[in-house]
């Protein structure tokens, strides 16, 4: 089997706001007498948006309209029509995830993405995404080294830690291009209250909005952002990586200073001065200012295509937190099973009762019948009170074993089974409506598994979803 999907990705940042479409291709990379194995086997950008400025009406208010304006305006030049997309991830990015109507601007959005859309705007999320949109994976896996990705946008920076292809952490930290905006003539319009992590009041005074601000006088600033981020570098990384907008400006900065209304043309050299004196190895990303859409449009969404079992699932279904049993419940006996499925649902009730829950198993390879049919006992009963409450049973394993645990569960209604999937506590999943004939199920994770305190000082990595 060998089949396409159309993805779109769509991130809009503190700077800029920019799509990309990507032809992910399906493969059953299984031999023709094993379990069928999907898996994306290739990734292909077929198009690059113009790059935008992310509009804004006020400081803490986006311009939804506008930013709906600028998606509509690049599907008609890129040929696409909405029902052409199969999947893909509207993410917004930096400060801007901290506007007060950001959620607002992902419903204006989703109707682009397909019936399938991760809506988030987690750090961790950012810095995954940039980096395997810039090959930061790739290369580390690829030289077999330990390599620090570095995204610096317009309101963040956002680091992720590879070992030879294997993310070991992400962190973030408030240093970005945009924190001091300024005018045309120099003048500075805006200051960030995150500058106030990096430097004392007579910095800070010196970019007070109304200030005439001078590469001279901006010098200290950037220099003492760029000392934040250098803090952050741990030790035993054979090199560096960027991307964002700011990492354009460390190796070829506007003659104008001023050119981008904000410090990024400054901050960029300062940064590589500061680590270049550490000796560090620095390197651009093989994509910059477009990783992290690149990412957010190819790299986002995987596949459970195993074995699956659905019936009567209005999908998608979307950010369902991860219920994970531990070993020594999953292989107690099945009555203790099922209590044990009761009592944690109610982690996650609300005032309104019981929510839409995913129970994750770590499943068992080629069981016997009878066991598999003990487990679904079992899972069945402990996912009663969801059916009850008019929820769909969810039953999320790594082992390959989803087809045959759905069939003995048997009953009528809802139920959905997937297999291929690691999850945890702390996560959380979409799944998306079946693709190649009904036989893969799009899957993302986001979860808080890789959520770090940044090495070196300053804010910790916000408590956010990030999609893997």
Known sequence: MRETLLSVGI??????????????????????????????????????????????????????????????????????????????????????????????????????????????AGPDLESILAARGAGADRYAEEHRCRILHIDIGGGTSNTALFD????????????????????PDGTVTYRSPALAEWMGPALLDAV?????????SLAPVVEALAEGLARAVPEGVAALSFSG??????WDPPADWRAYGDIGPLLGPAIRRRLEREGLRLMPGTETIRATVIGAGAHSVEVSGSTIFYREVAFPLKSLPVLRLGPEEERGDPEALAAAIRRKLKWYADEGGLVQTALALEGEVSPPYRR?????????????????????????????????????????????????VSVDNGDYIDIGAPVAGGTVLPVVVKTLAFQKTHQGGGAPARDEEETR
């Not at 030879?164 to 005018?183: H, N, Q, S, W, Y």
């Not at 907008?245 to 460390?250: I, L, R």
């Open 11 to 120: 991130d809009i940042g503190t700077s800029t706001t920019q799509l990309v479409a990507s032809r992910l291709t399906l493969e059953n990379r299984a031999t023709p007498f094993s379990v069928p194995r999907v898996e994306i086997a290739g990734r292909e950008v077929v198009y690059r948006s113009g790059i935008h400025f992310t509009p804004l009406l006020s400081d803490t208010r986006i311009d939804a309209q506008e930013v709906r304006d600028i998606v509509a305006a690049e599907y008609r030049k890129a040929g696409l029509e909405r029902g052409q997309v199969e999947t893909g991830a509207v993410i917004i990015t930096g400060e801007t995830a901290r506007k007060e109507n950001a959620r607002e601007v992902l419903a204006a959005l989703s109707d682009f993405a397909g019936d399938f859309v991760v809506a988030t």
């Open 164 to 183: 030879c292809g294997a993310l070991l952490e992400t962190g973030c930290l408030d240093i970005g291009g945009r924190l001091v905006k300024v005018g």
């Open 208 to 216: 007070s909005p109304g200030r005439r601000a001078s590469p001279e």
């Open 245 to 250: 907008g700011v990492a354009d400006c460390m």
């Open 372 to 420: 598999v049919r003990e487990l679904a006992a079992a899972v069945r009963e402990g996912l009663a009170p969801l059916e009850a409450a008019g929820l769909v049973p969810v039953v999320v394993l790594e082992r390959d074993m989803a087809k045959a645990l759905g069939q003995a569960m048997g009953g009528t209604g809802p139920l959905l089974c997937l297999d291929g």
